[in-house]
Structures are given as C-alpha cells and as structure tokens.
Nanobody, 131 residues
Framework: QVTVSEWGGGSVQAGGSRRLSCLVR????????LGWIRQRPGEAAASVAA??????????????KDRFTISLDSDDSGHGAKRTVYLQMDGVRPDDSAMYYC??????????????????RGQGTQVIVSS
C-alpha cells in the first residue's frame, strides 16, 4: 500500500524561502510521478509542480516556475522502497499561502498531475507567508 506524508510547512516572511518534503512509501511500480498541489481557502486546488521518478521530466505551473523547484532524492531500489520529493520555494509571496499537498500518480504521470489527476494525496502541510 502506497503512503504519502508531507511536512515542512509553517510561517515564513515574504521574500524568504521554505522547503517542503514528502515521503512516499510502498510504491511497487518502477515508473511514477510525484508532485505538489496547493489549495487556498475558498479556492479549488491548483497544481504546482510534478516530477517523474526518473528525474528526467518535470512540470511547473507557469507563474511559479521561476521561484519554485521540485526535486527528488537519489534513486529508490526495489519494491516497497521509499522516496522523498522536495519543493523548494524561494521569494515567497503572501499569495503563496496555502495548504500544500503531495500527490502520487502511477506510471508516466507528470502531465496528469499538472492537470490535477493523481492516485493518492497526502494530508497536507500549511504554509503561511506574512508580508
């Protein structure tokens, strides 16, 4: 069973940086995508970034690609391995305040995640940016 858990949220000053982390366990497919979506109060969730398990394909929301970077830890090995995905947020702004969720999609899912389609979502970690 795949599990997803994220952490790293908190309060940050505008212009500062924050790194979110997400641990994925129990995946048994060799090809998958991980990503981040965010949701502000009263709004629908929006995709932020995604990355394929090979590390060779990424996707970003256009308005965030100059400030946010998604990355993976080193290769996992074998079934049931764990993998960590990161979201580095630089130059944060008050409108980056949101609940950030880590998502998992089997197979070649970078485009799927950027379209809002995923198989599993974590519980979320809150980011609050103060001006």
């Amino acid at each position: 069973q795949v599990t997803v858990s994220e952490w790293g949220g908190g309060s940050v000053q505008a212009g500062g940086s924050r790194r979110l982390s997400c641990l994925v366990r129990g995946h048994t497919v060799n090809s998958y995508a991980l990503g981040w979506i965010r949701q502000r109060p009263g709004e629908a969730a929006a995709s932020v970034a995604a990355i394929h398990s090979s590390g060779l394909q990424t996707g970003y929301k256009d308005s965030l690609k100059d400030r946010f970077t998604i990355s993976l830890d080193s290769d996992d090995s074998g079934h049931g391995a764990k993998r960590t995905v990161y979201l580095q947020m630089d130059g944060v702004r008050p409108d980056d305040s949101a609940m950030y969720y880590c998502v998992f999609k089997r197979w070649d899912g970078v485009i799927d995640i950027m379209k809002g389609n995923y198989d599993l979502r974590g519980q979320g970690t809150q980011v609050i940016v103060s001006s």
